[in-house]
């Protein structure tokens, strides 16, 4: 099992958006709807921003949202904010209680 | 609130074996979930190690998983890791959390302990 491959980088002005990709196999992002999306600021614990591909837990802004297309699932970021500056991984179940992650993406507000 | 939090030795001498605990409060690790460790070396990504079902199911990454062991103990409401056989490799930031089954969703994590590997 290989991790899911996520650009190193991604950046944005404030107020734009700016889409992040996570890649997969039909094994694991395109053979379940178990997509999660976590947000690591320098020093901390990661935080979950997008579950289930398109979920959004309490407290999360909806200008973070999820979604996904064959083997490849997508976080988009809108009305960027300074404090959305941070590092972002993505994770899948891939069969048998298997967890995948991203390799993490830096997200940079210009 | 659910709460985890991570302790054990921050120093383990290369060829030894690593050892974690993660206390769990708030919640009854005998009620539900899947808990596991996830570790960061320095400056890269997440990496999923395992997780435990609290009736003892154990999933364990495959590449991790000659080296690990993770057990519960219910009468603590905390659950361990161990890693034997320990490299420079093997230095990471290791966190636990608490895990959806069938999904991985991990919604509330420790704050994370670093570990190093070092003689």
């Known amino acids: 099992q290989s991790a899911l491959t996520q650009p190193p980088s991604a950046s944005g002005s404030p107020g734009q958006s700016v889409t992040i990709s996570c890649t997969g196999t039909s094994s694991d992002v395109g053979g379940y709807n178990s997509v999660s999306w976590y947000q690591q600021h320098p020093g901390k614990a990661p935080k979950l921003m997008i579950y289930e591909v398109i979920k959004r837990p309490s407290g999360v802004p909806d200008r973070f949202s999820g979604s996904k297309s064959g083997n490849t699932a997508s976080l988009t970021v809108s009305g960027l904010q300074a404090e959305d500056e941070a590092d972002y991984y993505c994770s899948s179940y891939a069969g048998s209680n298997n967890l995948l992650f991203g390799g993490g993406t830096k997200l940079t507000v210009l | 609130q659910v709460q985890l939090q991570e302790s054990g030795p921050g120093l383990v001498k290369p060829s030894e074996t690593l050892s974690l605990t993660c206390a769990v409060s708030g919640y009854s690790i005998s009620s539900d979930y899947y808990w596991g460790w996830i570790r960061q070396p320095p400056g890269k990504g997440l990496e999923w190690i395992g997780s435990i079902y609290h009736r003892g199911s154990t999933y364990y990454s495959p590449s991790l998983k000659s080296r690990v062991s993770i057990s519960v103990d219910t009468s603590k409401n905390q659950f361990s890791l161990k890693v034997s056989s320990v490299t420079a490799a093997d230095t990471a930031v290791y966190y636990c959390?608490?895990?959806?089954?069938?999904?991985?969703?991990?919604?509330?994590w420790g704050q994370g302990t670093l570990v190093t590997v070092s003689s």
């Open positions: 959390a608490r895990l959806v089954p069938t999904t991985g969703t991990a919604a509330y």
